[in-house]
């Protein structure tokens, strides 16, 4: 009866602590678990809407850039003050193409001071409507640039920017750019490899409008299948109606809402829930992400059994091991060590027993599993010899004498991570609890060990998208501020160099398309040698394992050095390479060179990484080409690539500073083509246009590449002298030029003469700022203009 009692009273309590320790630990892991998904989730969504607005902020500098160029333009300001639709749409048609073709802009409008529309120019049959958009309202409240994205009233968003014109201090209009994003959504999801929905509230949009914008789109349409909202868009098809109504439930709210545990076609979706604010910030539609979560939640459930299972058996083993210890107490040791072995053998972690000598003495059926030996094999052999790699060997000999004399160390009664080495010879991590325990007078160790390979990898991915997801996130800011491309594409490679899960060796290149052309150029490396640089510096499609990405458009990996490395040199270390494209709606750009470990083992997944790196490389690269042009849109003559009157008037008034710093004389000449429109009146303007940027390669090759040669507008040229103190070297100039400008012109087979009169001004006899320099030479070609085909200085005399 008292050793009943006795077991009544150990083990109701113990079993009471047990289960509240398992229910507690089942908790606090399912509740990890879910955390964990929701974590992945949200990471994806929030990195989904950080480059959705990324991308409108960029979309919108372009619009913004474009306005601001076409406002310069004042024939186009003179026609919007008079109203002159025909006007307008004449000068703004080109420009709009111009704008479609490179930049995707999809609308092009002029309003009037009331904000009534006097031109659509992508549209023009329709004007006269009064726009009341909340950008056009915005424009009007502000009296500055205002953008933003508008529900259409087909259910389409278009990202619009409207710029108000003031002449003479008036307002006399406001110009806007549009460009429908849809195609931005759908690069998204490609990016992101998810699955996209777009919702839009039902009282921001009117039935029969709609309905009849999805016909004309050639889109599915039911206005009654949801509630409160409709669909425009998605990825998947075939979804239930009910679980749109559940996504489209989720109430409105500032942040990213999570939908959890979506059954589609067998498979478990977890849905990231965007806000989509219009430009007057109402919260218009949403944007649903759909995460394939069942491989992570298979993942998770195997790693919860298995939580549950060593749970299970350690608490069996404890109750198994008071049990014996309350019942039969009387039992010799040997008795106790062949139970020990029985349990053991059952466990799922690896259980090892080492002597006072440092050799095995116990080796279970689970270390047979993990290590590869049989227990017959090990027994009576050195564990740190058997199973402890070579480098860290000495460190393990050295701390065992202390354990021999007193069975303590620095890794006892502490729960681990080491490196061990199976039978096949192959390194895997381990996690490893000691203990010691003093038998027959002298301290023996047991080792409890777990296999944690897939615990490693699944924690190594995880870290390897945080790190790569920065790494982009890095990418795509270094385009924000106003850096060179040669800049952009440097810090780019730092950041992707700074990658480590790659077993990056900090060496790499970047490389862009020389346009035109079919070869590649070096714009960006790190830490490569000197004569590599000489011989890789221009690269043809095709050539080396750069050139063969190129040409292919396909990834290239190589671990070694082998044939395909065309391009060697004295002292090549062994390496292997990734040459990625970088390409985005199929252009190509350039290929990124990346160098790894020799022998380094590539998958799938590191090349996926790459390659998105690579894509949204492309992205800011694309971007920063468009700014470059933008910028040469602005400073130079479209028709003869010459530098126009803003460049020219910067280029004089650096040319004034270093004559005065310097104490030197330039010439400022104002050319005038003769009869130039005789040819404009009867060959037409074509031919005119084609006289005119003959005459500017004719002018570029008589003057020094630090001249200036520029085009102020029409038939009227004007040239910058620097450092031309002679009176008779600047003759000389002006004769080559009449010479050049006499040779007769080929006009598509119709051969036509012009000839020029120049006007010259001195600095700094003439004039010493740059308006009267100007106006002293103008003075000057009207006296050539008397006799035609001739050059005259301006007069001294003019100045008294």
Request: hydrophobic share 45%.
């Amino acid at each position: 009866m008292h050793k009943v009692s006795l077991k009544k009273r150990i083990f109701l309590p113990l079993i009471v602590v047990g289960l509240v320790v398992a229910v507690t630990g089942i908790f606090f892991v399912n509740h990890l678990e879910e955390h964990q998904k929701n974590d992945v989730v949200l990471q994806e969504a929030e990195s989904i809407q950080s480059h959705l607005q990324s991308a409108l902020d960029s979309k919108a500098e372009v619009m913004a850039a474009s306005l601001g160029f076409i406002v310069q333009n004042r024939d186009i300001i003179a026609a919007l003050r008079a109203g002159d639709r025909q006007r307008l749409l004449k000068l703004a048609a080109p420009i709009y193409q111009r704008l479609h073709a490179q930049y995707n802009i999809t609308h092009f409008y002029f309003h009037n001071a009331q904000r009534v529309n006097l031109l659509r120019v992508h549209k023009p049959e329709k004007y006269g409507d009064t726009i009341n958009r909340f950008t056009a309202l915005g424009a009007e409240k502000s009296g500055a640039l205002f953008s933003g994205i508008e529900l259409g009233p087909l259910g389409t968003f278009t990202l619009r920017s409207v710029l108000p014109v003031f002449d003479s201090g008036k307002l006399i209009g406001y110009m806007e750019l549009g460009q429908e994003i849809d195609t931005l959504i759908q690069q998204t999801r490609a990016m992101f490899h998810v699955d996209l929905l777009m919702l839009i509230d039902k009282q921001y949009l009117e039935r029969g409008a709609w309905e009849e914008g999805m016909r004309m789109l050639g889109r599915p349409f039911d206005w009654n299948m949801l509630a409160s909202k409709v669909l425009i868009s998605q990825s998947l098809n075939e979804i239930p109606v009910t679980t749109l109504n559940r996504v489209a439930a989720v109430p409105a709210q500032e942040g990213i809402s999570i939908g959890q545990d979506i059954i589609l076609h067998g498979r478990t979706y977890w849905a990231g829930i965007i806000p989509v604010h219009d430009a007057g910030d109402r919260p218009v539609a949403t944007l649903v992400v759909l995460r394939d979560m069942t491989q992570i939640i298979a993942r998770l459930h195997t790693e919860f059994l298995l939580f549950s299972s060593v749970l299970a058996v350690m608490g069996l083993f404890v109750f198994s091991l008071f049990y014996l210890i309350l019942g039969r107490t009387e039992r010799a040791l040997s008795e106790s060590e062949e139970r020990f072995e029985k349990i053991s053998e059952s466990a799922q972690d690896a259980i090892i027993c080492m002597d006072n000598d440092g050799n095995i003495s116990f080796w279970n059926q689970a270390a047979e599993t993990t290590f590869g030996y049989a227990q017959e094999e090990v027994m009576g052999k050195n564990l740190h010899t058997l199973i402890v790699p070579e480098r860290f060997r000495d460190a393990h000999l050295k701390a065992f004498p202390l354990f021999q004399s007193t069975g303590q160390g620095s890794a006892l009664g502490k729960t681990l991570e080491l490196a061990a080495i199976r039978k096949d010879g192959t390194e895997f991590p381990i996690e490893i609890a000691l203990s010691s325990t003093r038998i027959a007078g002298k301290w023996n160790a047991v080792a409890v060990l777990r296999d944690i390979t897939i615990r490693k990898q699944a924690q190594q991915e995880i870290e390897l998208t945080l790190h790569v997801q920065r790494v982009l996130d890095t990418i795509l800011n270094i385009s924000l501020p106003p850096l060179t491309l040669t800049e952009v594409t440097l810090k780019a490679l730092d950041a992707i160099l700074s990658i480590p899960a790659f077993s990056l060796l900090s060496q790499g290149s970047i490389f862009l398309v020389v346009k035109g052309e079919r070869k590649l150029e070096m714009v960006a490396q790190r830490n490569l040698p000197d004569s590599l640089l000489q011989s890789c510096g221009m690269l043809p499609f095709g050539r080396c394992l750069c050139g063969k990405a190129a040409a292919t458009r396909q990834l290239i990996y190589v671990n070694h050095l082998d044939e395909q490395h065309e391009i060697v040199y004295d002292g090549i270390q062994p390496h292997g390479h990734y040459c990625i494209p970088i390409e985005t709606e199929g252009e190509l750009f350039g290929v990124l060179n990346i160098y790894v470990d020799v022998e380094h083992v590539s998958d799938e997944s590191e090349k996926k990484f790459l390659k998105t790196v690579a894509d949204t490389l492309a992205v800011v690269i694309e971007r920063k080409q468009s700014e470059e042009r933008l910028q040469q849109l602005a400073h130079n003559d479209m028709l003869t690539g010459l530098p126009n009157r803003t460049l020219f008037y910067d280029r004089l008034n650096q040319a004034l500073a270093l004559a005065q710093r310097h104490k030197q004389a330039f010439a400022v000449m104002f050319l005038d083509l003769d009869h130039f429109k005789e040819i404009n009146d009867t060959l037409g303007h074509d031919m005119g246009d084609l006289l005119l940027r003959e005459a500017a390669t004719r002018l570029r090759s008589c003057v020094r590449s630090m001249d200036t040669v520029a085009r102020m507008g029409g038939d009227e040229f004007t040239i910058i002298l620097t450092e031309t103190a002679v009176r008779e070297a600047v003759e000389k100039v002006a004769e080559k030029l009449l010479r050049e400008l006499q040779q007769p012109f080929s006009l598509n087979g119709e051969i036509r003469h012009v000839g020029c009169s120049i006007g010259i001004a001195l600095y700094p006899k003439h004039g010493l700022d740059s308006e009267t320099l100007i106006k002293h030479a103008d003075i000057a070609m009207y006296d050539a203009k008397r006799e035609r085909n001739s050059y005259c200085f301006f007069s001294d005399k003019r100045l008294l």
